[in-house]
């Protein structure tokens, strides 16, 4: 799918770039704000003010937590969990399951029973909603009855739960999504314990009562159901690996300026996890030789176009000629190398870097599941560390609201820096560049400045990274790369192959289609 945001963002002001950016998807907006605001500090060397960081802190991890969750829960349990199977659960066996793995407080016969006569109402009316599309009654489906109708409950427990804690993006950004407090140089909500227009005790206090939800939720309920479900599907620890190649741009600054940051940033090659490589953004760069845009050849991002040029064929699009150009997706490579991003990559460079809380979670869920550290390099290693990583973020967010409080109950409410604001203090030219870990992976915002205005702007997103199509060289991404070996079972439901790409958590932003080697379509998308 062709925006063109880059081209949009050319001659204007690059104070305004984050706010444009939100629009590169209708998913992932908040990660786009502080990618962009990230890029011009760089450029401009700004330093933002520590109350500042906390407060973006706690924006981009609540963000991630309920992603991670909805994630989990709406697009990607369906994979493993059969609906219909629940049907045929006993109430009573499902509540002592539930009761066995957590001491979450629905775990009872009658309200199991209360789920279970809204699906069969569900089913008897027609109207499966959420639960229409799937492949019920796969021979790829391994839950007992009781272990569907928990994972069913919680899916619905779900919806409410992240209406809830995302409301820390409407007292700290205004709206959810585009939140609308992002700031060049810091943010743009003030400190006044006297205010209520402002962050002062009483918005503090909420903050911390949704935080203590957010981790409740994960601790009781996601965390058990995501064990349990991985239980039954050890298998799974052997299939989707994919190109070994994982990177992480670090996130979370626990100091003002950003420099110092809580997950570590590196790179691993060939899943050798003794060696934890820099990450240096100039080795990045992007190939477009089959993909639908002027040029060939490798770019990085500084001198990189987004000039679309479409060579396909007119609908219905099955003589695309997959030995030149037959996607929107640019093959962006790390050191001409294919790199995998996401939670896997960032959970894989914590653990190798010796962050010792990545470890004691990792190594938990290993214990439990009864599997080594090679099984990380899989299709469920990719599921599990999405767990790990939201666990510890939900773990670790109650301490940056204290780290928040704490610093302007010493007085300093600074929330901006005007250091370089006027454009009359700016160079004449000046490049930059913005990451954030996202929840989907590694995010970077490249910047040229010339004359105060955006002279070019590029963006390499996660998905990029995991969905390019072959580079130059034949190389291919990561998403290609893990279905090579994958068992299916039925070809016209590829369950399987579902699995696998779900665990990536590809973005709804970016095109995928399913076609069989003559190029029938699996799926046919139609917009009204």
């Known amino acids: ?8 963002l050319q001659g204007r002001d690059p104070r305004d770039a ?12 908040t990660v786009h704000s502080i990618a962009s605001i990230r890029a011009v500090e760089n450029a401009l060397n700004i330093t933002v003010p520590y109350n500042a960081e906390m407060i973006r802190n706690l924006i981009i991890g609540i963000q991630l937590v309920q992603d991670h969750v909805i994630h989990f829960y709406h697009l990607h ?16 066996k499902t509540a002592a399951l539930a009761a066995s793995i957590s001491p979450w407080p629905l775990n009872s016969p009658t309200y199991f029973k209360e789920v279970q006569d809204k699906l069969k109402a569900f089913v008897g009316k027609g109207r499966l909603g959420p639960f229409a599309n799937a492949y019920w009654g796969h021979p790829a489906y391994k839950l007992p009855p009781e272990a569907n109708l928990m994972a069913t409950a919680h899916y619905l427990e779900a919806l409410d739960w992240q209406r809830e804690v995302i409301k820390i993006h409407a007292i700290l950004g205004s709206k959810n999504p585009h939140p609308q407090t992002f ?9 006044d314990p006297n205010s209520q227009n402002a962050i002062n005790a009483d918005k503090l206090a909420e903050i911390g009562e949704l935080l203590k939800k ?18 039954f599907y050890k298998e799974w620890a052997g299939i989707g690996a994919g190109i070994g190649n994982y990177m992480s741009y670090g996130e979370y600054p626990q100091e003002a300026g950003g420099k110092k940051l809580w997950f570590p940033a590196g790179i691993i090659l060939n899943r050798d996890l003794s060696k934890v490589h820099p990450v240096d953004h100039q080795k990045i760069a992007e190939y477009v030789d089959h993909s639908w845009y002027d040029g060939s050849g490798k770019h990085h991002p500084w001198d990189g176009s987004t000039e679309a040029h479409y060579t396909g064929p007119n609908p219905p699009y099955d003589l695309i000629d997959t030995n030149g150009k037959y996607s929107w997706v640019k093959s962006p490579r790390y050191d001409d190398k294919a790199m995998e991003v996401g939670p896997l990559a960032k959970m894989l460079v914590a653990y190798a870097s010796g962050h010792a809380p990545t470890k004691a979670a990792v190594d938990m869920v290993l214990t439990q599941l009864g599997v080594g550290p090679e099984a990380l390099f899989s299709t469920l290693g990719r599921t599990a560390a999405r767990g790990i990583e939201t666990l ?7 301490k940056w609201l204290g780290m928040l409080t704490a610093n302007i109950g010493r ?27 996202a929840p989907r992976g590694a995010l970077g915002h490249w910047i040229r400045i010339k004359e105060r205005q955006i002279l070019n702007y590029q963006a390499v997103v996660p998905s990029t990274w995991n969905a390019s199509p072959r580079d130059a060289k034949g190389q291919m991404g990561a998403y290609e790369a893990s279905l090579v070996g994958t068992p299916i079972a039925d070809p016209a439901k590829p369950l399987e192959i579902l699995r696998t790409i779900h ?24 917009v009204s």
């Not at 601790?219 to 991985?230: F, N, R, T």
């Not at 409410?413 to 030219?429: C, F, H, L, R, V």
């Not at 665990?503 to 139609?526: T, Y």
């Open 214 to 231: 957010a981790k409740t939720f994960v601790e009781q309920v996601y965390i058990p159901d995501l064990l349990a479900v991985a239980s």
């Open 18 to 29: 984050w706010y444009f950016t939100q629009r590169f998807c209708g998913v992932c907006t």
């Open 183 to 191: 700031l060049v140089g810091g943010m743009a909500i003030p400190i």
């Open 392 to 398: 510890l973020v939900a773990q670790e967010l109650p």
């Open 77 to 92: 349990a369906l994979d493993w969990v059969d609906i219909t199977s629940a049907l045929k659960a006993d109430p009573a």
């Open 503 to 526: 665990s990536f958590d590809p973005c709804l932003a970016c095109a995928v289609h399913v076609v069989d080697p003559e190029g029938n379509e699996f799926i046919n998308v139609k």
């Open 411 to 437: 007085g300093d409410y600074a929330i901006t820096s005007n250091e370089k604001w006027d454009p009359e203090t700016w160079p004449k030219e000046a490049a930059g560049y913005g990451f954030h870990d």
């Open 1 to 8: 799918m062709f925006r063109g945001i880059e081209k949009i």
